[in-house]
């Protein structure tokens, strides 16, 4: 009958169900407290000596000859103390002795986490030094009584054990307890920077930073416990190396342009350099190809600001340009005044820095003035009443300054024929001042008002653009389409406007000339003006009276146009809102010298393809010679992350958002993939990832994989064997790998900052050659450590110039450079890498962009 059983079978299968796996779970947890007490006493006899077997009259073993310790231990000595507790349990552990820098013994690490070398997740924490004994060799080891100590929950168990979780709990305090005959005593280490973390100890309580064991490492992140194994090759951490790398850094290329939200940002300089700005640089860019390549092309940077350039003007002689920044802070907190810089283009040496301490938030705008040489810079900084000063270029003083209005302001600019007539524009208004210099004297001079008057004319929302012609009238673009000339006229009492008694400023001739906003005009050599529009991304040529010439349509996909520069020639330079930066003319058209696209990459070992992961689960595979997209496969519907060719090129490993690490077969040349498997644990009591995946590596065999994720798990995977996780990841630490981007694990826990929260450390990569490692930070900076890098604290040198956190570093094939990429400020920055004093091998084939392939990868 279908209703037998009643209603309580489902419930009562499910308990049965629960009770199944529980004891599974005692099982396996007995046999690893089996497989600790067995370590222990196998340590315990080779500590103890030799007594049955000795002659009475031979002398006993000194300290110096006890036996060695197993592989991966220090040398270890007999129990030299022994005391009992409440504890049924007796613990074990080191005397004190020199350790790495920052690292020293003292109190217990926090309960919580610690896994040992037969695969168990222990929940005690480690052991007190509060003992005290005589001094001796480092690593010796001493019973001592064991503290009391509160048991910390499971992630995601609750605090309050059930009567039938108890057995378990008391069968892994044993496996914790029994294991930690094996442990070193732990360290703190005092945070310095960030706010300490608080431990489940309870409030107040501090989490150290480091923990330092005889066979393992440990640190705590956002009060997570990460354990991580020292390789059996390795018997002091003193043995590492120590100190900075003496290879170093130089910025060789930047890639990038911000075109999203800024504006005055592309322009022509004399020598005919194209100059712009990404991040904290300004570029200053000679077409004719990439460094040492043909035509004498190359880039050189202005390095002078801390923080984000956001506009520029260029000084009428064609050679001095001032740039301004954003306000910001430093990595402690500290506040980085905006302010605008002055410098020779020619030198790349700072002349004059303006306005200290003067602006608010940021540099909005800024112009050199014309009639007087470049006697006067006008600024508009980002307050809220958008403060519109001037000053001496000269001397760095302010002659006058005034509160411009409350709405944003977008460009300004000086009259070419009158310094004393400044203009700007932005949301719902054209303002035209006058000022006086006040004699010269800073702070004397007067700004005075004029608002012009739309009349008869449709107010628009928005003037982002305006062009002062050499007759003196004035061309704005607004947000709807329209090209408007401004002149001076008589005042009429009827207009609303603000002007003078005599006379004020109104619209002469409108033109509709886009559909959407204009957001760029730009005043040619030969007297014509070019516009650029936003939602039909047309450039339009315009000659006298407003009558098109001739336009170009700008590709969809490289998006709108943001500024227009003419270069040599009738060549323009063209920037878009999707932060590509084109070349080209009206006749030919335009091709890109910057686009970005994509999220991660990585290329075949054969570099016949390269792989490219998106934002929503598809991945792409592309031939490298033809660009065209040979596979194109979706696994799940979330961001990819990373995408890891194996050394061999074997297997393609895709790591997901959604937690999971897909694996394809992958054929000899790269172009066809099948799934081959999903790394994903089918024990229900461990489900592999719990979070989305960060990082991963192949071993240099192409069998195995360690990865990380975004709640600080290091795993290991057995790929070749079916995709499976190894739970013992004590068996992993002599693995070598190929590649080493994972942010956590042995050999790199000393690029971790002290006090870091998690979020610190966002990319690493270790040099095809495993001489340096570098490391993107979440403070727009860069760090070359020496590899390994497994001391606290390790010293680096760090290297400016990001705006925003650096999401990726990677090497290329040679390690001839590194390529760092940013977050927000949407640049990469392409590193040339110098050896010991400053020499460093030129890369193979001159060439703009150093081939990334093979080997080579990036992930934002």
């Known amino acids: 009958m279908d209703g037998a059983g009643g209603p309580g079978e489902g419930p009562a299968q499910e308990a049965l169900q ?13 046999e690893l407290v089996k497989a600790a007490l067995a370590e222990a006493l196998r340590l315990l006899r080779l500590q103890a000596p030799p007594t049955s077997l000795q002659d009475p009259g031979t002398p006993g073993p000194t300290r110096d000859s006890s036996p060695a310790a197993p ?48 695969g168990t997740q222990s929940e005690g924490g480690g052991s007190s030094s509060s003992g005290t004994g005589s001094p001796g060799p480092p690593g010796l080891l001493r019973l001592v009584q064991p503290p009391q100590r509160t048991d910390t929950p499971r992630r995601n168990s609750s605090s309050s054990s059930s009567p039938s979780e108890r057995p378990r709990q008391k069968l892994s305090r044993k496996a914790a307890s029994s294991a930690n005959l094996l ?21 107040g309580s501090r989490r150290s930073n480091y923990n330092l064991e005889g066979i393992s490492v440990k640190m705590f992140l956002r009060g997570r416990p990460i354990t991580m194994y020292i390789p059996s090759g390795i018997r002091s951490l003193e043995e590492l190396p120590s100190g900075p790398p003496p290879e170093t850094l130089s910025l060789d290329w930047v890639y990038g342009y911000r075109g999203r ?95 200290l301490g003067a602006f608010e ?7 050199f003035s014309v009639a007087d040489l470049g006697a006067f810079l006008c600024v508009v900084d980002d307050s809220n009443e958008h403060m519109l000063s001037v000053w ?17 302001v977008l460009a300004v600019g000086f009259n070419p024929r009158d310094s004393s007539c400044i203009v700007t524009s932005g949301k719902s208004h054209v303002h035209f001042w006058n000022w006086s210099g006040g004699a010269g004297v800073p702070g004397n001079g007067t700004l005075t008002r004029k608002q012009g008057v739309f009349g008869k004319y449709k107010k628009p929302k928005f003037i982002p653009c305006f062009v002062l012609l050499p007759d003196g009238d004035i061309l704005t673009g607004d947000s709807e389409g329209n090209i408007l000339t401004w002149g001076r006229s008589l005042s009429d009492s009827r207009t609303p406007g603000r002007g003078g008694a005599k006379e004020t400023y109104g619209i002469v001739a409108q033109a509709h000339a886009h559909e959407g906003s204009i957001f760029a005009l730009c005043l040619r050599r030969d007297g014509t003006v070019l516009s650029g529009g936003g939602r039909d991304r047309r450039l339009v040529q315009w000659g006298p009276g407003l009558v098109a010439l001739q336009e170009a349509e700008i590709p969809e996909h490289f998006g709108a146009v943001r500024a227009i520069a003419e270069g040599l020639g009738s060549e323009l330079l063209v920037g878009t809102t999707k932060n590509a930066l084109l070349r080209g003319d009206l006749d030919q058209g335009f091709s890109p010298v910057i686009q970005e696209t994509g999220l991660c990459a990585d290329f075949h070992p054969s570099g016949a393809v390269v792989a490219v992961g998106l934002n929503t689960g598809r991945w792409l595979v592309l031939d490298t010679e033809t660009r065209e997209i040979v596979s194109d496969i979706t696994d799940g519907n979330e961001q990819l992350s990373v995408v890891r060719y194996s050394p061999d090129g074997l297997y393609l490993a895709i790591g997901s958002h959604d937690n999971m690490i897909y694996i394809y077969s992958v054929s000899s040349d790269g172009a066809k993939s099948s799934r081959f498997g999903r790394c994903v644990s089918l024990d229900p009591c461990s489900q592999g990832h719990s979070s ?47 590649t080493y981007t994972c942010v956590l694990g042995f050999h790199v826990y000393g690029v971790w900052p002290d006090g870091s929260d998690g979020t610190d450390i966002n990319s690493l990569c270790r040099s095809h050659n495993e001489r340096v490692v570098a490391v993107a930070d979440d403070f727009c900076k860069v760090h070359l450590f020496q590899y390994p890098c497994a001391r606290a604290k390790a010293p680096s040198l760090v290297y400016g110039g990001h705006g925003s956190h650096v999401t990726s570093v990677r090497f290329t094939h040679d390690d ?45």
């Open 361 to 367: 938030r940021g540099v909005g705008a800024l112009a």
């Open 183 to 203: 442990l070193r005593s732990g360290s703190t280490e005092s945070r310095g920077g960030k706010d300490a973390l608080s431990s489940p100890g309870g409030p």
């Open 261 to 355: 939200d800024s504006r005055s940002n592309l322009f022509v300089l004399r020598s005919g350099e194209v100059v712009y700005f990404i991040a904290c640089v300004v570029v200053l860019y000679r077409p004719g190809g990439g460094p040492g390549g043909p035509g004498g092309g190359g880039q050189r940077h202005y390095r002078g600001h801390t923080d984000c350039v956001r506009c520029l003007a260029v000084h009428p002689d064609g050679v001095r340009v001032a740039s301004g920044q954003t306000a910001g802070v430093d990595k402690d907190g500290k506040p980085l005044q905006p302010v605008v810089h002055v410098w020779d283009s020619e030198t790349l040496l700072k002349l004059q820095e303006i306005g």
């Open 71 to 118: 592989p991966g231990l220090p040398p270890t000595r007999s129990p030299s103390s022994v005391s009992r507790g409440t504890q049924t349990e007796t613990e074990v552990e080191t005397e004190s002795s020199p350790g790495p820098p920052g690292l020293i013994n003292g109190p217990a690490a926090p309960h919580g986490g610690g896994e040992e070398p037969g």
């Open 392 to 408: 001496d270029c000269s001397r760095g003083t302010k002659l006058a300054e005034i509160k411009s209005t409350n709405d944003s």
């Open 816 to 860: 001839s450079h590194l390529v760092s990429l940013g977050g927000k400020d949407a640049s990469i920055f392409q590193w040339r890498v110098l050896g010991p004093g400053g020499a460093g091998p030129a890369p193979a084939t001159p060439s703009r962009t150093p081939s990334l392939s093979p080997a080579s990868s990036l992930d934002v």
């Open 18 to 30: 629960s009770l199944s796996r529980r004891l599974q779970v005692q099982e396996k947890e007995m």
């Open 692 to 738: 989305f995946i960060t990082h991963l590596d192949w071993s240099k065999d192409g069998n195995f994989i360690m990865s990380n994720s975004g709640d600080y798990e290091i795993l290991y995977w057995d790929v070749a064997g079916g995709c499976k996780l190894l739970r013992n990841r004590y068996e992993s630490r002599d693995r070598e790998w190929a």
